[in-house]
T-cell receptor
Framework: NAGVTQTPKFRILKIGQSMTLQCAQD?????MYWYRQDPGMGLKLIYY???????DKGEVPNGYNVSRSTTEDFPLRLELAAPSQTSVYFC?????????????FGSGTRLTVV | EDQVTQSPEALRLQEGESSSLNCSYT??????LFWYRQDPGKGPEFLFT???AGEEKEKERLKATLTKKESFLHITAPKPEDSATYLC????????????FGTGTSLTVIP
């Protein structure tokens, strides 16, 4: 099993450009999440999905969009990139909301907006 | 308001010098408290889940404990390979699928 796979690992964007961060998991997890991690700050939830076709906003959704057309994939779209979106982005998945198992995280995408 | 506070921010230990990391939380009706390990340039790796006060979990040199207001991650006789950032997260009721993460404790174990 590959777990959670994120691409790309690094990206530099110019202000106003758009891009999609890819996330795929092969564990048949229903729940998928996008977090951002900034220095000195805890991980902040951007969007999450409880299954194919269902998404909802997290704590910091502005400037982002998501879709969930399959169980495996959960891409994050950045429209009109801004310097405030410079961060490390983590995708995570989980079997359900209960139980003893935490998230499985991907290895992250480091995004710089200049 | 801060849901999760971790201390200290950074900790340097000599190899074999035991210590504890703290995670205090303000949510009531805790649904779960989670500990993760994060190595530089990588995603967090799940370690433990604790549900109720008095609960303890162990894995190798790590032991996590939980009270009504805080959790401790005890590290016994650490080795250099235990160097990492340790993150704590809580899941509160009525928050949908939101987990609140602390900012982490950066642990360095010196040979």
């Amino acid at each position: 099993n590959a777990g959670v796979t994120q691409t790309p690992k690094f990206r530099i964007l110019k202000i106003g450009q758009s891009m999609t961060l890819q996330c795929a998991q092969d564990m048949n997890h229903n729940y998928m999440y996008w977090y951002r991690q900034d220095p000195g700050m805890g991980l902040k939830l951007i969007y999450y999905s409880v299954g194919a076709g269902i998404t909802d906003k997290g704590e910091v959704p502005n400037g982002y969009n998501v879709s969930r057309s399959t169980t495996e994939d959960f891409p994050l779209r950045l429209e009109l990139a801004a310097p405030s979106q410079t961060s490390v982005y983590f995708c995570a998945s989980r079997y359900g909301t209960g139980g003893p198992y935490g998230y499985t995280f991907g290895s992250g995408t480091r995004l710089t907006v200049v | 308001e801060d849901q999760v506070t971790q201390s200290p921010e950074a900790l340097r230990l000599q190899e074999g010098e035991s210590s504890s990391l703290n995670c205090s939380y303000t949510v009531s009706g805790l649904r779960g408290l989670f500990w993760y390990r994060q190595d530089p340039g990588k995603g967090p790796e799940f370690l433990f889940t604790l549900y109720s006060a008095g609960e303890e979990k162990e894995k190798e040199r790590l032991k996590a404990t939980l009270t009504k207001k805080e959790s401790f991650l005890h590290i016994t006789a650490p080795k250099p390979e235990d160097s990492a950032t340790y993150l704590c997260a809580v899941q509160a009721p009525n928050t949908g699928n939101q987990f609140y993460f602390g900012t982490g404790t950066s642990l360095t174990v010196i040979p």
